[in-house]
């Protein structure tokens, strides 16, 4: 189980690739809401917080690959809406 409490502003957030998927503005809910930096549209996106794997200092890694993690990003922090559950 993720504890949501050790997840850093600013950490990166990688696929289990190792590439780069966005940067943590903080944490919503069970959601975590990424930097505009990252962003090609310009605006903050939701990643949940069930597609984690691992949490280490200033870094946070997905259960899939970059690819996948981007496809789960929302516009929203919904519960439900794209949300992931781990195997």
């Not at 549209?41 to 997905?62: C, E, F, M, N």
Request: net charge negative; proline share 3%.
């Amino acid at each position: 189980m993720i504890d949501k409490t050790k997840i850093e502003e600013h950490a990166e957030i990688v696929g289990s690739c190792g590439n780069h998927v966005g940067t943590v503005d903080h944490v919503e809910g069970d959601f975590i809401k990424l930097t505009r930096d990252d962003s090609a549209d310009g605006k903050h996106h939701y990643l949940p917080i069930s597609a984690l794997a691992d949490i280490q200092p200033g870094r946070v890694i997905t259960t899939m690959n970059h690819k996948a993690a981007l496809s789960l990003l929302q516009d929203t922090p919904e519960s439900g809406a794209g949300g992931f559950a781990a195997v």
